[in-house]
């Protein structure tokens, strides 16, 4: 009799791990350590066509429940040879992506909208403003809570199967662009009814968007833990 709920609840947590790459999983903001940086209004301004620098380097995603998906980067490279002379990019893109039945992730970016903003300030005086579309393939991701601060991390396992530093949760609905094509004609002087129209949009879409995770104690975790095994204990037990 244990040994018949021993192995149905063994076939539950199969059933749960293997569930791991569930494409619901992904959805939401996450961001790198650093808590900089997030997709949405505050890394890219469409209207105006500005990257706003972040006050630390980081990455983030957000991942909506209908295949969209926004990207915002901010790398700093330092140059050893003369610490003044660190380059720093800033990279937004936003497009559809798709979960594969293998567990592995494409992010297909709608190209008319990506944009970067290169700065070496020792090469350049000037920082290098462009348009920039890049695909991008993850091998796989996994979605786990942290034990040690009880967030939700969400790791991604790049095209060669490498380790990307890891993300946690910080919105949820996500906090993002318009999921629609932000420069429609391709050129980077809209229209006056183009703009207009990006903009109300814009508008409509903040009012109801984006919900702040609050990071649960990692104490409340683990008494949620413990209390979860009694219940599953007690469950053997009674049946
Ligand atoms: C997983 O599936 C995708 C899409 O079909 C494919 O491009 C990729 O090569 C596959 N990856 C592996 C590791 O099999
Ligand atoms: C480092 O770069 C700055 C800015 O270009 C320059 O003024 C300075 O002389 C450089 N220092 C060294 C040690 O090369």
Same mark, same amino acid.
């Given at each position: ?61 957000? !991942?909506?429940? *209908? @295949?969209?998906?926004?990207?915002? $980067? +901010?790398?700093?490279?330092?140059? #050893? ?75 991604? !396992?790049?095209? *060669? @199967?490498?380790?990307?530093?890891? $993300? +946690?949760?910080?919105?949820?609905? #996500? ?65």
């Amino acid at each position: 009799m244990i040994l018949q709920y021993l192995v149905a609840l063994v076939a539950v947590i199969a059933a749960v791990a293997a569930d791991s790459n569930d494409k619901s999983k992904l959805v939401g903001t996450w961001t790198s350590k650093s808590n900089t940086v997030f997709t949405g209004p505050g890394f890219y301004d469409p209207v105006d066509e500005l990257l706003i620098e972040p006050d630390l380097p980081g990455i983030s995603y957000s !991942f909506t429940e *209908d @295949g969209y998906y926004e990207e915002a $980067l +901010y790398r700093v490279t330092s140059n #050893p040879q003369n610490h003044s002379c660190a380059s720093a990019v800033l990279i937004f893109q936003h497009g559809k992506y798709t979960v594969h039945a293998n567990g592995s992730v494409t992010l297909n970016p709608f190209e008319v909208d990506g944009r970067q903003l290169l700065s070496q300030p020792c090469k350049k005086s000037h920082s290098e403003y462009s348009r920039y579309k890049q695909k991008t393939f993850f091998k796989s991701f996994e979605v786990s809570v942290n034990t040690y601060n009880g967030r939700n991390m969400l790791q991604i !396992f790049q095209f *060669d @199967g490498s380790k990307m530093q890891p $993300l +946690y949760l910080a919105y949820k609905p #996500p906090l993002m662009l318009p999921t629609i094509t932000l420069n429609p004609t391709g050129k980077s002087s809209q229209t006056g009814s183009t703009r207009k129209r990006v903009r109300r949009s814009l508008e409509n879409q903040y009012r109801t968007n984006a919900v702040r995770e609050v990071p649960k104690s990692f104490e409340l975790f683990w008494w949620f833990s413990i209390a979860a095994i009694g219940a599953s204990s007690a469950y053997l037990f009674l049946h």
